[in-house]
């Protein structure tokens, strides 16, 4: 894909590109050198997934994202929460991968779930059920799980035959075998569309990787994320465009210390400049959106680091084996613990829990007796 900027372009770009080229520079350095540092990478997964649902015109509340992904939830999850946990897996996956995992052709096929058949695929993206498969074969058959799994594996193939009959991929004799009649009844394209090649589209999107490197991280990560909203490669995983944007920084190395939470800054530009049919506009909104994004990163630094200074006060003094520091790492880690969380995290008991939590002198958030949880505000 050809991809031109103009010099009046840049020229225009210019101002917005020197903030936000200094506010992430600046967010990178006291990141990496924060005592909190650790803490405000962990809790950026969070607000990161919430704000990508927010981008997307969905609500989901931090408090919900962070008791679902306890298996703590006080409610049935929606699909929206659903989404906002798969949008938080993805991050911790990439943060935990290789800087430039994610723009390979292996790691988007693994995030994807693609059958992986790009440029040199490890066997881990090929297919999930294949990366499974090759596990238990080095395992004892007699492994707990091993009867789980292979069920899950026989309902993932019969699964991915179906769809491949639906979308026109199988072959002829299977096809036949099993649905004498290709569907005909999907005119919204539900459930394939023979023009919205996904391969085709990802391939036209990594085609603008080359001009991001030679231009500035913070450029050439916008011009990636405009790209991506553009082409639209993938219609049911659209988030995963800020996700890999946010790898491309810290692939160049612009933002090290942690996973940039764009989607964090993205949801304080007006809808209108994000979705302008000015290039120009668009570019100068996600720019905006880079530094809104690290403003608030640093002023979310001063507030845990005030934080833990004075949880600090609390067990100043207290005896080497006492629990206190190790709540202050979690609760720094979280936008919000409950007493089960931290009774689990410690491995105490839910007394024991709350006995810490009355020592250490966190606010309390909800306002109810029943149920309580506390965070820093």
Aim: no cysteine; hydrophobic share 45%; charged share 25%.
């Amino acid at each position: 894909m050809r991809y031109d900027i103009d010099g009046t372009m840049l020229q225009t770009l210019l101002p917005l590109l020197a903030a936000a080229e200094d506010a992430l520079a600046r967010l990178d350095e006291r990141v990496l050198r924060s005592p909190v540092g650790e803490g405000f990478a962990e809790r950026s997964h969070f607000f990161d997934a919430a704000g990508a649902l927010w981008v997307a015109g969905e609500l989901v509340h931090v408090e919900d994202l962070v008791l679902h992904d306890a298996h703590m939830d006080s409610r049935a999850p929606s699909h929206e929460l659903t989404i906002a946990h798969s949008v938080l897996r993805t991050r911790r996956r990439i943060w935990t991968g290789e800087p430039s995992w994610a723009l390979g052709a292996s790691g988007l096929a693994t995030l994807t779930a693609t059958t992986g058949e790009g440029e040199g695929l490890t066997q881990e993206a090929k297919s999930p059920a294949a990366a499974v498969e090759a596990d238990d074969e080095g395992e004892d058959g007699d492994a707990p799980l091993a009867a789980e799994m292979a069920e899950i594996d026989a309902i993932l193939a019969r699964s991915q035959k179906l769809i491949d009959i639906h979308t026109g991929k199988a072959p002829s004799g299977e096809a036949a075998a099993i649905s004498p009649a290709k569907r005909n009844d999907d005119p919204l394209g539900l459930l394939g569309d023979e023009e919205w090649d996904e391969e085709q589209r990802l391939a036209e999107w990594r085609g603008v990787l080359p001009l991001a490197d030679s231009l500035p991280p913070v450029l050439g990560a916008v011009i990636l994320f405009e790209t991506w909203d553009r082409i639209e490669p993938l219609r049911r995983q659209h988030w995963l465009g800020g996700l890999l944007v946010e790898s491309y920084l810290r692939a160049r190395g612009k933002v090290a210390s942690h996973l940039f939470s764009f989607y964090g800054g993205l949801k304080l530009v007006r809808h209108e400049r994000r979705r302008a049919s000015d290039r120009a506009t668009r570019l100068q909104a996600f720019l905006e959106a880079m530094q809104l994004a690290a403003a608030a990163g640093l002023k979310e630094i001063d507030r845990l680091s005030l934080a833990r200074t004075q949880m600090e006060l609390r067990f100043r003094g207290r005896r080497s084996n006492s629990s206190l520091p190790e709540l202050a790492d979690f609760i720094l880690s979280r936008p919000m613990v409950s007493a089960a969380m931290i009774a689990r995290q410690l491995r105490i008991t839910p007394r024991g829990a709350l006995n810490l939590v009355n020592e250490i002198g966190i606010r309390e958030i909800t306002g109810r007796g029943r149920y309580r949880a506390w965070g820093i505000i």
